[in-house]
């Protein structure tokens, strides 16, 4: 497990039926690509966030795959039409297996 590995969300508290909002996700994360090496010239081991996705009321609005060469502390900052209240759940995938969740509700 990657160490102080923290995910931050904002969603809007409320909105209006059918209005657009934006989301900003930003995970705290080392994202180790692998290649680097240690004092001692041994390989670090790969260590990101290979995936992200957040759903509302269980349908998908993104996934995305990430690969060794994003940066640290990934950010995503993306729109949504929101159609009805309810929840997105926020879901980042560990190349070690951890998963990390947040889950923000919205009202209209």
């Known amino acids: ?12 508290s409320s909105a209006s039926a059918g209005d657009v909002v934006t989301i900003k ?7 180790e690509s ?3 090496k240690d004092g001692d010239g041994n390989l670090i081991p790969r260590s990101i966030i290979n ?3 957040c759903d ?3 349908q998908n609005v993104v996934d995305v795959v990430m ?3 994003i940066s640290t502390n990934p950010y ?4 949504a039409t929101v159609p009805e209240a309810g929840e997105f ?4 995938y560990d190349d070690d297996g951890d998963v990390y969740e947040e889950v923000k509700p919205i009202s209209v």
């Not at 497990?1 to 969603?11: E, H, L």
């Not at 759940?89 to 980042?92: E, G, N, S």
């Open 25 to 31: 996700t930003l995970i705290s994360h080392p994202m």
């Open 34 to 36: 692998g290649q680097r």
């Open 56 to 58: 509302f009321n269980g």
């Open 89 to 92: 759940k926020f879901t980042w």
């Open 76 to 79: 995503f900052e993306f729109e």
């Open 51 to 53: 995936r992200f996705t």
């Open 67 to 69: 690969a060794p060469s």
């Open 1 to 12: 497990m990657a160490s102080g590995v923290k995910p931050r969300v904002k969603v809007p």
